[in-house]
């Protein structure tokens, strides 16, 4: 499977989630209330899996500890809910002027070394994830295009390397399927230009962490980073996550 192809089987960034499970154990009722499917919350987050372990009492402190405020679902039910309301409250296309491939905000850092037919073909499929974002507030719209992002790795659809061809470019991660976080804020960059907001590429071209770091008009900025887990305001606890 491809980005592409993930990307025409769920029609809204949150629904890869969804899209991804077939069959699990019916959810469990934990002692605080919430339900939590953990068989689930293993095959949906293999990076959790490794790190803690399989046991349902690993995934569910993980999940109350940290996954929660990730954006992690604890259940199939809990992904496909999500997917639907992001649909129900996008509003129309027509109400947002995407921003056409030559008029890009970051036009030369986000093309990289590709080439002009790769860049439209990266283009046209971060524009199939950002179009049910239109309309919606920036907060709403950095989550958005975050968490289709990192469901693309949650999924397996994007391998993390920096040795392959187009690694560190948008086209590597929609197309080939493979990224770097140089890759991954590439891509996430070209979504963010295309609704017309603006990004610094935080580290661009150097051997460190990459990211994206957005003004969200008032004085205050986010970050918007999927391969680290985390979308909102500045200062973050932040390292290098693990990426499987």
Not at 49 to 62: D, F, I, R, W
């Amino acid at each position: 499977m491809n980005f592409k192809r993930a990307l025409a089987l769920t029609l809204s960034v949150v629904t890869f989630a969804a899209c991804s499970v077939t069959a699990f154990a019916a959810p469990k009722k934990m002692a605080d209330g919430t339900m939590f499917d953990a068989e689930f919350y293993a095959k949906q987050y293999p990076d959790v899996a490794n790190a803690v372990g399989t046991s349902e009492k690993a995934l569910y402190n993980h999940y109350v500890n940290n996954g929660r405020a990730e954006g992690r679902f604890a259940t199939a039910d809990a992904a496909a809910a999500a997917g639907q309301s992001a649909i129900a409250s996008a509003t129309p296309a027509a109400t947002t002027n995407f921003v056409a491939l030559k008029d890009l905000a970051n036009y030369k850092s986000l093309k990289k070394k590709m080439t002009n037919q790769e860049f439209q073909q990266a283009y046209d499929v971060a524009y199939q994830l950002v179009a049910p974002l239109a309309g919606m507030s920036r907060q709403d719209q950095l989550v958005g295009v975050a968490t289709g992002i990192r469901m693309g790795v949650d999924l397996g659809v994007v391998t993390y390397t920096t040795e392959a061809p187009h690694y560190n470019d948008p086209y590597g991660y929609f197309v080939t399927g493979v990224g770097s976080c140089a890759g991954c804020t590439r891509a996430t960059g070209l979504c963010l230009n295309i609704l017309g907001i603006p990004y610094e590429h935080v580290n661009e071209n150097q051997w460190g962490h990459q990211w994206c770091r957005v003004p969200m008009g008032d004085g205050t900025y986010w970050i918007c980073d999927a391969y680290g887990l985390y979308c909102g305001p500045e200062p973050a606890p932040y390292k290098h996550p693990y990426i499987q």
